[in-house]
């Protein structure tokens, strides 16, 4: 059996360092915030290369809280991709802005800068890009257009810890950077959590705020406030963790390699395109197959023991929840084609060449009925 991803593997392989960090926690008893969270911020905005890090409740709080400091909110409209997970467009949707979908580029599955300009209007007021499955979006370009519209830029990093664009991180090239640590992510906490990354310390100050309630000190609110604080037993996981993100991200690409050269040529199958080896890290690796075979496909890849997902299987602006936006299928050709034909195939650091080459030979078997 090769499972789609291996968390606990991953824990046992480190599971020294994680107990010292959690028993850390459990004798200061600072459950909420507290020491365990502050260190991580610390790491996590270093590695980045940004001067704030503020760890959140989840990753869905990240972009919301993002939003709303960057001064978005009711008859704002934010431009996002059509194909991502739905948390990008909650958080414009909790702000009441409105999101403005555009399709995504064929090669990388990211938001498609060459769309943006068309659906700029007098309302729109900021980029919602997400660095999809690991790879890096054309921040240079969505920058440009942002510079040139007065517009924020929000990443929503949530799926590319670690990953670069032009040599910087992602996450510190727009205006604030947004991540999950959702435990499947490529760091991933002992539950829900996240952050945001920023060089802006009144964004900084205002979503640390924000998170605890909207105290300007004890006792006195001073906006809207939420409780969406991160827990100190997950900043002190993921800072144990953050330790070992380049070896797994390596690892990562290291298994994307091995699929790559040994999927090449299969009839029916079409990889995924890497725009810069260096700084995508993989965080899923997405086949595309013939979309009248795709779920017979999947059955047959976990009847001979391998386990697949797909990411995702219909447009966000197609969802019943955005019915009233007022779109219909074929707006969106490109990520309604990917959505259709999508596989991720196994994708964790510590795989082993065994299960990598059970990947592959069941794939070719399946995929090219051979
Ligand atoms: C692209 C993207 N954005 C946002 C999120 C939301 O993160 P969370 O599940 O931590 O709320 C996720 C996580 O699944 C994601 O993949």
């Known amino acids: 059996m090769v499972p789609f991803l291996d968390i606990r593997e991953q824990n046992r392989r480190i599971e020294k360092e994680l107990r010292a960090a959690v028993d850390q926690v459990i004798d200061n008893a600072q459950f909420i915030l507290g020491p365990g969270t502050k260190s991580f911020e610390e790491a996590f905005a270093a590695y980045c290369g940004t001067k704030y890090c503020v760890g959140v409740n989840n990753g869905t709080s990240a972009l919301h809280m993002a939003l709303i400091a960057n001064g978005i909110g009711p008859g704002d409209?934010?431009?996002?991709?059509?194909?991502?997970?739905?948390?990008?467009?909650?958080?414009?949707?909790?702000?009441?802005?409105?999101?403005?979908?555009?399709?995504?580029?064929?090669?990388?599955?990211?938001?498609?800068?060459?769309?943006?300009?068309?659906?700029?209007?007098?309302?729109?007021?900021?980029?919602?890009?997400?660095?999809?499955?690991?790879?890096?979006?054309?921040?240079?370009?969505?920058?440009?257009?942002?510079?040139?519209?007065?517009?924020?830029?929000?990443?929503?990093?949530?799926?590319?810890?670690?990953?670069?664009?032009?040599?910087?991180?992602?996450?510190?090239i727009g205006h604030i950077g947004c991540f999950s640590f959702?435990?499947?992510?490529?760091?991933?906490?002992?539950?829900?959590?996240?952050?945001?990354?920023?060089?802006?310390?009144?964004?900084?100050?205002?979503?640390?705020?924000?998170?605890?309630?909207?105290?300007?000190?004890?006792?006195?609110?001073?906006?809207?406030?939420?409780?969406?604080?991160?827990?100190?037993?997950?900043?002190?996981?993921?800072?144990?963790k953050l330790r070992h993100l380049d070896a797994w991200n390596?690892?990562?690409?290291?298994?994307?390699?091995?699929?790559?050269?040994?999927?090449?040529?299969?009839?029916?199958?079409?990889?995924?395109?890497?725009?810069?080896?260096?700084?995508?890290?993989?965080?899923?690796?997405?086949?595309?197959?013939?979309?009248?075979?795709?779920?017979?496909?999947?059955?047959?890849?976990?009847d001979q023991g391998i386990a697949t997902g797909v990411h995702y299987p219909t447009p966000v602006p197609l969802q019943p929840v955005y019915q009233h936006l007022g779109h219909k299928p074929g707006d969106f050709p490109v990520a309604e084609d990917v959505m259709a034909q999508c596989i991720s195939l196994p994708m964790f650091p510590e795989w082993e060449e065994s299960q990598a080459r059970q990947v592959v030979d069941a794939v070719k078997m399946v995929v090219s009925n051979k």
């Open 77 to 172: 409209e934010v431009i996002t991709t059509a194909h991502t997970w739905i948390s990008t467009s909650w958080a414009i949707s909790y702000v009441g802005a409105t999101p403005k979908y555009v399709d995504i580029d064929p090669q990388t599955y990211n938001l498609d800068p060459s769309l943006v300009e068309s659906v700029i209007t007098p309302r729109t007021k900021a980029i919602l890009p997400v660095h999809l499955y690991g790879q890096a979006c054309e921040l240079k370009s969505l920058s440009s257009i942002c510079d040139s519209h007065n517009l924020r830029l929000i990443e929503d990093a949530a799926q590319a810890h670690g990953a670069k664009c032009d040599g910087k991180r992602v996450g510190s």
């Open 250 to 302: 390596e690892a990562r690409r290291r298994l994307a390699d091995y699929y790559r050269e040994n999927l090449a040529n299969v009839s029916g199958l079409r990889l995924p395109q890497c725009v810069d080896p260096q700084g995508h890290v993989w965080h899923l690796f997405v086949v595309l197959v013939d979309a009248a075979r795709r779920d017979e496909i999947r059955q047959e890849l976990a």
């Open 182 to 240: 959702y435990p499947g992510k490529n760091l991933g906490a002992f539950g829900e959590a996240g952050a945001v990354v920023t060089d802006d310390q009144e964004m900084a100050e205002r979503i640390r705020r924000l998170r605890d309630h909207a105290q300007d000190g004890r006792h006195n609110h001073v906006e809207l406030g939420f409780n969406t604080r991160m827990e100190g037993i997950q900043g002190a996981v993921l800072e144990v």
